[in-house]
């Protein structure tokens, strides 16, 4: 019987072109305090850590108390200017495909000029890692897959993958596609598990996708404990006794030991809780620890 740690700590391989990443990336979705000083405090901080993939997007900023669509990546451009250094430190992502009152566009025209506006205001020459924030249904997978592969021959984007997609929307894609998706991004926590049961994560095994996983800890819900099942709560607490940290770096630590080796997006805009939970990297679960997880968070027994 194997019931050992499954926490895998290790770096992550993204893609084809030798990107490595840590377990832990920093999400950008609530970067929107417009002090420099502070932003430039909260990144050094994730990167000092070893969240080295940065996750932004251009709608990042168009809630969350930011200034609109573009502002995270805005913010984040500021951010390296000022500090061009750190630009070196981290696999840099970001997503594009949103366009707020339609609400998704994905034709070439606008998938291109979006691309390059989040060049421009990210102030980079090139997108490590691009992903499609979510489907567009009414462009064709060719013809994205076509805008995406020219983005990638002149150089603009290294990698691509695709966030809140079904398994059959990102089959369609790579169909069309010369090269690997690199990633996808569901959701994922101890309290939304849906990546474990509509075969996204089967998918990612398959392939060879890594996962990046949104909402870790449920918009919050699972550290503050609000509109969560009290026995999901019950067996965090206790496995954040018996491990000697909170119920929040042991729900890190669940999304980390799935073997499709996801990578877990922390949005804190506090340094010192990017420190403290990076201490979901040395924490044991075992396959009875996150089972235990599953059955509290879906309220009933496995069969």
Same mark, same amino acid.
């Given at each position: 019987?194997?019931?050992?740690?499954?926490?895998?700590?290790?770096?992550? &391989?993204?893609?084809? !072109?030798?990107?490595?990443?840590?377990?832990?990336?920093?999400?950008?979705?609530?970067?929107?305090?417009?002090? $420099?000083?502070?932003?430039?405090?909260?990144?050094? @901080?994730?990167?000092?850590?070893?969240?080295?993939?940065?996750?932004?997007?251009?709608?990042?900023?168009?809630?969350?108390?930011?200034?609109?669509?573009?502002?995270?990546? %805005?913010?984040?451009?500021?951010? !390296? @200017?000022?500090? *061009?250094?750190?630009?070196?430190?981290?696999?840099?992502?970001?997503?594009?495909?949103?366009? *707020?009152?339609?609400?998704?566009?994905?034709?070439?025209?606008?998938? &291109?000029?979006?691309?390059?506006?989040?060049?421009?205001?990210?102030?980079?020459?090139? $997108?490590?890692?691009?992903?499609?924030?979510?489907?567009?249904?009414?462009?064709?997978?060719?013809?994205? @897959?076509?805008?995406?592969?020219?983005?990638? %021959?002149?150089?603009?984007?290294?990698?691509?993958?695709?966030?809140?997609?079904?398994?059959?929307?990102?089959?369609?894609?790579?169909?069309?596609?010369?090269?690997?998706?690199?990633?996808?991004?569901?959701?994922?926590?101890?309290?939304?598990?849906?990546?474990?049961?509509?075969?996204?994560?089967?998918?990612?095994?398959? %392939?060879?996708?890594?996962?990046?996983?949104?909402?870790?800890?449920?918009?919050?819900?699972? @550290?503050?404990?609000?509109?969560?099942?009290?026995?999901?709560?019950?067996?965090?607490?206790?496995?954040?006794?018996?491990?000697?940290?909170?119920?929040?770096?042991?729900?890190?630590?669940?999304?980390?030991?799935?073997?499709?080796?996801?990578?877990?997006?922390?949005?804190?805009?506090?340094?010192?809780?990017?420190?403290?939970?990076?201490?979901?990297?040395?924490?044991?679960?075992?396959?009875?620890?996150?089972?235990?997880?599953?059955?509290?968070?879906?309220?009933?027994?496995?069969?």
């Amino acid at each position: 019987m194997d019931d050992g740690n499954l926490i895998d700590a290790k770096p992550r &391989r993204i893609g084809s !072109l030798d990107l490595t990443v840590g377990p832990l990336g920093f999400g950008c979705w609530r970067f929107t305090n417009n002090d $420099i000083a502070a932003s430039t405090a909260v990144l050094e @901080a994730a990167l000092d850590n070893g969240y080295t993939l940065v996750d932004n997007a251009d709608v990042y900023g168009f809630d969350w108390g930011g200034d609109g669509f573009g502002h995270a990546e %805005e913010l984040l451009g500021k951010v !390296l @200017a000022q500090n *061009p250094g750190l630009r070196d430190r981290m696999v840099l992502a970001s997503k594009g495909g949103i366009l *707020p009152g339609i609400p998704y566009d994905q034709s070439d025209a606008y998938l &291109r000029a979006a691309c390059e506006a989040s060049l421009r205001r990210m102030q980079v020459d090139t $997108i490590d890692l691009y992903q499609i924030h979510r489907p567009d249904m009414f462009t064709h997978p060719a013809q994205l @897959a076509a805008t995406l592969t020219g983005l990638r %021959e002149l150089g603009k984007i290294r990698e691509v993958g695709v966030s809140n997609f079904t398994v059959a929307q990102t089959d369609a894609l790579q169909a069309h596609l010369d090269f690997p998706l690199a990633t996808d991004q569901p959701e994922f926590s101890a309290a939304h598990l849906v990546p474990l049961r509509d075969g996204t994560f089967d998918r990612c095994m398959r %392939e060879g996708t890594v996962p990046l996983a949104w909402s870790v800890l449920g918009g919050g819900r699972l @550290a503050d404990g609000g509109d969560v099942r009290p026995e999901l709560l019950s067996v965090l607490d206790r496995l954040g006794e018996r491990e000697g940290v909170d119920r929040a770096t042991i729900a890190v630590a669940f999304v980390l030991a799935h073997p499709a080796r996801p990578v877990a997006l922390v949005g804190t805009q506090r340094p010192a809780r990017l420190a403290a939970l990076k201490a979901a990297l040395t924490v044991t679960l075992t396959r009875s620890d996150c089972y235990d997880i599953v059955e509290a968070s879906e309220g009933q027994p496995l069969p």
